[in-house]
Nanobody, 115 residues
Framework: QVQLAESGGGLVQPGGSLRLSCAAS????????MSWFRQAPGKEREFVAA????????NYAASVKGRFTISRDNAENMVYLQMNSLKPEDTAVYFC????????WGQGTLVTVSS
């Protein structure tokens, strides 16, 4: 069974950067598409970015395109989200998601963008 654990969240000033990490356990990780979602207070969870099994294809929400970069290291069972030029509206809990079976979610990591 695959388990996901996010890390790297925290408090950052507007315009700053953070790198989120998602550590995956399980031998099926390298075959799985992976995504990042986020949920701001009082709002529904929304898609942020996705990457296919090989890392050769990525997709981004319009709100983060050009500022965020998703990547993966299948040898280390890791997925990353590099976030640059952060804005207050990026404040949310960020979740890692694995397209395995019915889907697997991590527990989330909080990102707060504030001066």
């Amino acid at each position: 069974q695959v388990q996901l654990a996010e890390s790297g969240g925290g408090l950052v000033q507007p315009g700053g950067s953070l790198r989120l990490s998602c550590a995956a356990s399980g031998r099926t990780f390298s075959n799985a598409g992976m995504s990042w979602f986020r949920q701001a207070p009082g709002k529904e969870r929304e898609f942020v970015a996705a990457i296919n099994w090989s890392g050769g294809s990525t997709n981004y929400a319009a709100s983060v395109k050009g500022r965020f970069t998703i990547s993966r290291d299948n040898a280390e069972n890791m997925v990353y989200l590099q976030m640059n030029s952060l804005k207050p509206e990026d404040t949310a809990v960020y979740f890692c998601y694995a397209q395995i079976g019915l889907g697997v979610w991590g527990q989330g990591t909080l990102v707060t963008v504030s001066s």
